[in-house]
């Protein structure tokens, strides 16, 4: 009976406090020579943390009144909280766009020029500021290989080295 009490508890306590993750899958493509990046943002945490920015008092993500006006924030937004350094240099992130896919939003974005990668440093704070459990899971793809990072609110930031 203790167990399912114990188990009971857990479930409730998951429930009372969900668990808050993005995940950015970054690839280098040798023969474009640039990191192609997408980030994945799930709709209902993106809607609450651009409320607290924006100060807007409603907000829908899914079908915004002013889509101009929603755009500009979205790629303010991830720029904002996505940086990165290509072998200890900063890069310059162009943001593509976004788009829906059920009950997150992917954003897509791009640094060009990048030769060589032999050292990828990200930081990301995306949903940080609004839930302090964020997660913010880094994928790094070079050569096939996948490589990752663990972010979150005390560790922002981190690299891989090839």
Known sequence: MAMIVQIFLIFVTWLAHPFHVSVCDVEFNE????LEISQRIFLDDLEEALRKKSGWTTLDVVNPSDKKRFDAL???FVIE???IEINNKPVKLSYLGHELESDAIWC???VTGVNNLTTIGVANSVLIDT???QVNL???KKEGKI???KLYRDNAKGSISY
């Open 74 to 76: 979205m790629k303010e």
């Open 147 to 149: 490589r990752s990072l």
């Open 31 to 34: 023969k474009t020579k640039s």
């Open 81 to 83: 909280n996505l940086s």
């Open 131 to 133: 839930f302090p459990d």
């Open 138 to 140: 880094i994928h790094v």
């Open 108 to 110: 897509y974005l791009e």
